[in-house]
């Protein structure tokens, strides 16, 4: 257990449906990231925050994706009418000035399956 | 394209033998990562090598870089069952992380 946590574990859902993934990161941490994690693959980046701020967007997170950090602690990432090819497995990670050289420290992630 | 590559994409070996996997990467980095991901999993961070260094080691892992080639290799030594996974270098990339695709690794009993 890094200390990052993620909710839900798995979610089913049918396509056009809205989802909402939550990430908690290792409380001291100021920067949090989201990938995506397809099989066979190793992690995509989709965002970035630092505290509050998004501070970058991959172009692979298109119009129905938004992430959020209201609060400069946990995260939300939404994605609305999702598609089947949204189906993969949602990775969160965190790290802070104190960690080493950007170390991140990853959730379990929530595995999406859409139908 | 990603920045990293791993290599070889797949790895089945004994109990007890040493694996090596080999990451190739694409501009200058200022450290390289090693992180692996158990089945279903999310992604655990084994070991970081600096652009200043050629060789780390962390009880059974060996990381080695060659910047001249950019390249980096991880070394697991007696492996184990347990070392069953897939294992994914990393480097910093402007704001983010960038992984390759993997190697896997299956050790068998």
């Given at each position: 257990d890094t200390g990052v946590s993620q909710d839900p574990r798995h979610k089913i859902t049918k396509r056009g449906q809205n989802v909402t993934f939550r990430c908690d990161p290792i409380?001291?941490?100021?920067r949090l990231y989201w990938y995506r994690q397809t099989l066979g693959q190793g992690p995509e980046f989709l965002t970035y925050f630092q505290n509050e701020a998004q501070l970058e967007k991959s172009?692979?997170?298109?119009?129905r994706f938004s992430a959020e950090r209201p609060k400069g602690s946990f995260s939300t990432l939404e994605i609305q009418?999702?598609?089947?090819?949204?189906?993969a497995m949602y990775l969160c990670a965190s790290s802070g000035q104190?960690?080493?050289?950007?170390e991140q420290f990853f959730g379990p992630g929530t595995r999406l399956t859409v139908l | 394209s990603q920045q990293g590559e791993e290599d070889p994409q797949a790895l089945s070996i004994q109990e007890g033998e040493n694996a090596t996997m080999n990451c190739s990467y694409k501009t200058s980095i200022n450290n390289l990562q090693w992180y692996r991901q158990n089945s279903g999993r999310g992604l655990v961070h084994l070991i970081l090598i600096r652009s200043n260094e050629r060789e780390k080691h962390s009880g059974r892992l060996r990381v080695t870089l060659d910047t001249s080639k950019k390249s980096s290799s991880l070394l697991i030594t007696?492996?184990?069952?347990?070392?069953?996974a897939s294992y994914f270098c990393a480097t910093f990339y402007g704001q983010n992380f960038v992984f390759g695709p993997g190697t896997r690794l299956s050790v068998l009993p």
């Open positions: 409380s001291e941490h100021n172009r692979l997170l298109s119009d009418r999702t598609e089947q090819g949204d189906s104190s960690t080493t050289y950007n | 007696a492996s184990r069952a347990a070392d069953t």
